[in-house]
């Protein structure tokens, strides 16, 4: 049997997929256990079990000088940061996107200027943020908007432009205006793009957050990342870089789910990957 | 309540490529056109045109003698192959849109005991098309048949004068294909709306129309093809009350001579299906081949 035509079973498929974790997992065990029996004192692959004791550390032992739990502290400050601003970039690519999409005058007014914002390189663009909006919160959220705002409306954009020209002309027929097909038509029928257009750009919203949180804050899971950086202490940044991928996965899932269960008419049957 | 239609010398490019020229027609009201023609002949740009979706490049469509409106309105009903039903909505919510885009100008959505009134307004629709056990169902989830019902259904909900189909039928399987065609010409008997029917299948086109329009090119260019445009080359009125005069007449001469050998064959032959003995207006304005 040829091999495109080869299938393998869940079982299989299951087990093909832990390979490649397993041999990470064992790669960096053998070197740890290299390193660490060569000089106990290492600090660049500490073993499994210190990684567990530091990670422990921040999560459940309060700092000394002001009484936080460091991992709760960082995350919260991380998330709310992540949230505003993926939550302020998704509500502009749903009206702007629409409106670009939608009304011919509008995209002529604004497509080529959305689409220039978006080439330029947001990271950039943070020394201007620095300078104009200070180092506080603001700065940082804005980096994260202006860094995926823009594709997420061309993207929508897009996706409005792509709505098959019957159902609008089938809304006009049914005596619908401009504003009717927005809210009644066009709107919830870009409900799940806004989904996947926000789980894609969550990736760069990341990047931009690490990278704020790195050149200037004084909390969050990047801060922290760089500041234990100056003392080598791979036993805090190995687990914190887990962590942040976990709640990275849990955030794509979860949106994931959102989708597949609240726009039920868009994926029917199918598979939504 | 029709429409007549007139066309006026209309021409319609895209780029370089002519795809409709000189094309003149005049359609009575309550008529049924089945437009027929090769792919790329232009009958679905002329549908579009119909409907408002696209302007001429020159002449004039007359709807009652007025210039139809740029835009589509509701005043003319359309079904599309596909695309024809709103995906993110039931069957009924489906239904329930228009009557909905009327109430609240603003959002286009009304709730309480309007939304409960306009709901119970679309039971009977929901019924008479088959579809009241389906109606909390999405489009995904219904057969094609089930969809173009809908489709047609939630046109007609605007009492159209003017009921534009684009190959409303070209996916469905011949048998749901007869069951639609029932549907239709009922549908349009009751409605005495003006009826133009885009249609691949030449047959379904003499079954149901009391005109069929021949799209084609007059003119060839063979070193570029897309030099000239379509027109109308065949325009076949299908008389079918002449057709049922003489039916009606042979029956009663057999009647009379109580020949049952006769009857029957004569039952045979009869050409119209009983589905469409009803009376109605013929709305055909003569003619032959289309000189051009």
């Known amino acids: 049997m040829r091999l495109v035509n080869r299938k ?51 999560a459940f032992t309060p700092e000394q000088r002001t009484g936080d739990y460091l ?6 400050a991380s ?18 996107g629409i409106a670009v999409g939608f009304i011919p005058i509008v995209r002529a007014g604004l497509a080529p200027f959305v689409s220039a914002l978006s080439l330029i390189p947001p990271l950039a663009v ?27 409306i061309r993207s929508m954009s897009q996706s409005v432009a792509s709505l098959p020209a019957e159902l609008i002309v089938k ?67 190995l687990p914190y870089v887990a962590w942040i991928t976990l709640i990275a996965f849990a955030i794509d899932l979860a949106l994931r789910l959102l989708a597949k269960r609240a726009f039920r008419w868009a994926y029917g049957e199918g598979q939504l990957l | ?44 740009t002329f549908l579009r045109m119909l409907v408002g979706q696209e302007q001429p490049d020159q002449g004039e469509i007359l709807i009652d003698g007025e210039p139809i409106p740029p835009e589509p309105s509701p005043a003319r009903g359309i079904v599309f192959q596909r695309y024809s039903v709103f995906p993110h909505l039931t069957v009924t919510q489906n239904l329930m849109l228009p009557a909905e885009l009327r109430a609240s100008k603003f959002f286009g959505r009304v709730l309480g005991p309007s939304r409960r009134k306009i709901r119970d307004s679309v039971a009977d629709t929901l019924k008479s098309i088959g579809l009241w056990e389906a109606r909390d169902r999405c489009p995904l989830q219904l057969s094609g048949g089930m969809q173009q019902r809908l489709a047609i259904a939630q046109a007609l909900l605007m009492r159209p004068k003017i009921l534009l189909l684009d190959e409303p039928f070209g996916a469905l399987d011949p048998g749901i294909r007869g069951d639609m065609h029932a549907i239709l010409l ?69 009647e009379a001579s109580r020949s049952a050998a006769a009857l029957a064959v004569v039952r045979a032959s009869l050409n119209p299906p009983p589905a469409r003995e009803e009376p109605v207006p013929d709305p ?9």
């Open chain 1, 171 to 237: 809304a006009q027929t049914l005596g619908a205006s401009t504003w009717q097909m927005v809210t009644r038509v066009v709107l919830p029928q870009m409900l799940p793009q806004l989904v996947s257009t926000t789980r894609l750009a969550l990736g760069p919203a990341w990047i931009f957050l690490i990278s704020a949180e790195a050149i200037a804050s004084t909390s969050g899971l990047g801060y922290r990342i760089f500041l234990v950086r100056r003392y080598l202490a791979m036993d805090v940044i």
């Open chain 1, 8 to 58: 393998p079973s869940r079982g299989t498929a299951i087990a093909l997929a832990a390979i490649p974790f397993v041999l990470v997992a064992i790669a960096y065990s053998v070197g740890s256990y290299v390193r660490l029996s060569d000089n106990p004192a290492d600090k660049l692959l500490p073993a499994l079990s210190t990684m567990a004791q530091s990670f422990y550390t921040m």
């Open chain 2, 186 to 254: 009922r549908l349009w008997r009751e409605t005495r709306m003006t009826i133009f029917m885009v249609t691949h299948d030449i047959a379904e086109g003499f079954k149901l129309a009391t005109r069929l329009l021949v799209f084609d090119k007059v003119r060839h260019d063979p070193d570029f093809p897309s030099a000239y445009g379509s027109t109308v080359t065949y325009d076949l009125p299908l008389d079918r009350a002449q057709r049922r005069a003489e039916t009606a007449a042979a029956l009663a001469a057999v």
């Open chain 1, 71 to 76: 991992l709760w502290v960082d995350t919260a």
């Open chain 1, 79 to 96: 998330l709310t940061r992540l949230a505003i601003g993926v939550g302020i970039s998704a509500l502009l690519a749903l009206t702007v």
């Open chain 2, 1 to 44: 309540m029709s429409s007549g239609v007139t066309v006026r010398g209309v021409r319609k490019d895209y780029g370089d490529a002519v795809v409709i020229e000189r094309l003149n027609l005049e359609v009575a009201p309550g008529s049924f056109c089945a437009i027929v023609g090769a792919s790329g002949c232009g009958k679905s």
């Open chain 2, 284 to 292: 055909v304005q003569g003619g032959n081949p289309q000189a051009v």
């Open chain 1, 126 to 152: 943070l020394p201007i943020l620095f300078i104009v909006f200070g180092l506080g919160e603001l700065a940082k959220v804005a980096l994260i908007v202006i860094g995926i705002a823009p594709v997420m």
